[in-house]
């Protein structure tokens, strides 16, 4: 069995931790993951890509604004994000995209910065790792608009509407460990729905571990239980939500396992 965690994140973590932590998701069965490297404030990138760049055989960087610091996001920011994600070792722009949950950032200003890495997205060539919270209408409009038609929406949350218009646009949908949680009922009648070659398994590490690890700190290794409750929803095995996913992570983000 070969999977594949098409999102986690290792910024606070130092690299004894991270090797650590790859040790055990190779031991779980995990071959490659893609690690999103995110804005913290002006000038500050994290160490995403200095993580992936140490571990090339196993980790896939992306680069983009979260929609909670897209206030904080100057035009130097942007510019950088820009030549950044213009190099070949960055294989997708994001995670970008809008949240009315949390509402960090004002909403216009989570639009303007979203639509910028849109068009960075469209103009590279490269797919756009969308985060999307209470905001599917705006977001789906956006996209429309923008006319970006590759990408994933991470951490899907949504319903069996929502994860139509997706569909439709082209774009994939990564389940995280909220799908092994109770009263998602929605959500889960909506894997039911979405066709196994549209869809990715992520832990959002180090948030969002999944049952029976709910309430620890998440790790790629944890994406196992992701796969083996969307092998449960589709009536499918195990290994072949692991190959089909595999092989969907791998087209999109452009790594060969």
């Known amino acids: ?68 610091e897209a206030a904080r996001a100057t035009e130097a920011d942007l510019e950088h994000l820009e030549r950044t994600c213009a190099r070949p070792e960055i294989h997708a722009v994001g995670e970008a995209g809008l949240d009315y949950y949390y509402d960090h950032s004002p909403r216009d200003a989570q639009a303007q910065v979203f639509r910028r890495q849109c068009a960075l997205a469209k103009r590279l060539g490269k797919p756009l790792v969308v985060h999307v919270r209470d905001a599917h209408g705006d977001c789906e409009a956006i996209l429309k608009e923008e006319g970006v038609r590759q ?19 082209g774009f994939l949908l990564s389940l995280s460990g909220v799908v092994t949680y109770k009263k998602t009922e929605a959500l889960q009648d909506a894997v039911r729905f979405a066709p196994l070659d549209r869809l990715m398994v992520e832990t959002d590490s180090p948030y969002l571990a999944p049952v029976p690890y709910r309430g620890k ?35 999109l983000f452009g790594f060969t396992v």
């Not at 490659?32 to 140490?54: K, N, R, S, Y």
């Not at 196992?224 to 692991?242: F, H, I, P, R, Y």
């Open 151 to 169: 990408g994933v929406i991470h951490c899907f949350t949504g319903d069996t509407d929502a994860a139509r218009r997706y569909l439709d646009l």
């Open 1 to 68: 069995m070969r999977l594949v965690d098409s999102h986690c994140h290792f910024d606070r973590a130092d690299s004894a931790q991270v090797t650590a932590a790859l040790e055990r998701a190779r031991a779980a069965g995990l071959v490659h993951a893609v690690i999103v490297g995110q804005f913290h404030g002006p000038g500050d990138w994290g160490i995403a890509l200095e993580v992936a760049a140490a571990h090339p055989d196993f980790l896939t960087p992306t680069l983009g604004i979260h929609p909670h």
């Open 217 to 251: 700190k998440n790790e790629p290794s944890y994406v196992v239980e992701t796969a083996k409750k969307v092998a449960e929803l589709k009536g499918v095995s195990l290994e072949q939500v692991a190959e089909v996913t595999t092989a969907n992570a791998a087209a």
